[in-house]
């Protein structure tokens, strides 16, 4: 019940191309959704975040689309860049024993090609 | 304003070694977590601690692996007589009080290899 299930594994877009990750989960205690962009070598930090309440959130080229009721969530690149190259992490936070805990998916690589 | 910072960058051990991890928070912050990412895998929470506190040790494994976050000085993860399956990325990342993982800053890992 506690997993989040991402895909794809891996993608591989052209440049200006649209690149779009999903993510799956199960449990309704969820209440706030993070991405997160992790390059080689590199700790994985905050992309873009959304909390259940809100079907769309927008920070420049990054999207997330938000469907409550499909428990789905999507990360949407548009005019993918090859500094977008990266590994993307979905998450999925809820609270427990007044803290948080959080979930990530299993990542997708994605390696934009000029 | 450092990042989180973690040391070593990469750390290579014998098979029954120990392995020390360490973890100084970005400054202001007092909450730490440690995962562990396995290749191809997404990042598995091992352990929350505050200053002198473990809060939630519900990721780590019964044996070998422990951690503290002293009063003073920086958030140790320590893995004893280390194995093969304990080659993988550690990552710590700290949060400010009162944000918890909301708040999440994570370090750049430190890559443990074990031979």
Not at chain 1, 13 to 26: F, L, P, T, W
Not at chain 1, 37 to 53: E, M, N, S, W
Request: proline share 7%.
């Amino acid at each position: 019940q506690q997993q989040v299930k991402q895909s794809p594994q891996s993608l591989i877009v052209q440049k200006g191309g649209i690149s779009i990750i999903n993510c799956a989960y199960e449990n309704t205690a969820f209440d706030y959704f993070p991405w997160y962009q992790q390059f080689p070598g590199k700790g994985p930090a905050l992309l873009i975040a959304i909390r259940p309440d809100v079907s769309e959130k927008k920070e420049g080229r990054f999207t997330i689309s938000f469907n409550k009721s499909a428990k789905q969530f999507s990360l949407h690149i548009m005019d993918s860049q090859p500094g977008d190259s990266a590994t993307y992490f979905c998450a999925a936070l809820r609270t427990s024993g007044g803290y948080q805990k959080v979930t990530f998916g299993t990542g997708t690589k994605l390696q934009v090609i000029p | 304003n450092a990042g989180v910072m973690q040391n070593p960058r990469h750390l290579v051990r014998r098979r029954g070694q120990e392995a020390r991890l360490r973890c100084s928070p970005m400054k202001g912050h007092s909450h730490v977590y440690w995962y562990r990412q396995l290749p191809e895998e997404g990042l598995k929470f091992m352990v929350y601690l505050q200053k002198e506190n473990i809060i939630d040790e519900s990721g780590m494994p019964k044996e070998r692996f422990s951690a503290e976050f002293p009063k003073e000085g920086p958030s140790i993860l320590r893995i004893q007589q280390v194995v093969r399956g304990d080659s993988a990325a550690y990552f710590c990342a700290s949060s400010p009080p009162g944000q918890g993982a909301y708040g999440y800053t994570f370090g750049s890992g430190t890559r443990l290899t074990v031979v």
